[in-house]
């Protein structure tokens, strides 16, 4: 007699919980999102919000940085009701200056601020 207990297997424990019969009823744009190609065209206007994301990159910044996106992200909270953490602050501000400088150009913001700190 073994003392060991049977537990699940991954299987059983990352099945998925919708049934095949609402899935078939959900819209289809619900169920997969756009892949890169094809948003490639389209400015972005929002960022990827609260979803599971493919990949990752790892930015340095500076303490004061730092500071003052942990204040942005307090005061979303406080003055706003908007509970969000930094890396929603940050996806948001990479969507905004992705779609400012997709319309605007040589005139976007970030063109403006890369060209007067020399980089």
């Given at each position: 007699?073994?003392?060991r ?68 992200r ?46």
């Open positions: 007699m073994t003392r207990v049977a537990l699940p297997g991954a299987a059983e424990l990352f099945r998925t919980t919708v049934s095949r019969t609402d899935q078939a009823s959900a819209p289809q744009e619900d169920r997969t999102p756009a892949s890169p190609v094809e948003e490639r065209g389209r400015p972005r206007t929002a960022g990827s919000g609260r979803r599971k994301h493919d990949s990752k990159i790892t930015v340095y910044v500076s303490d004061e940085e730092l500071l003052g996106l942990e204040q942005a307090l005061a979303l909270r406080a003055d706003h009701g908007i509970a969000v953490d930094r890396g929603r602050v940050v996806r948001e501000a990479i969507a905004v200056l992705l779609s400012d400088f997709t319309e605007r150009g040589a005139d976007s913001v970030l063109v403006r601020h890369l060209r007067e700190s020399g980089e």
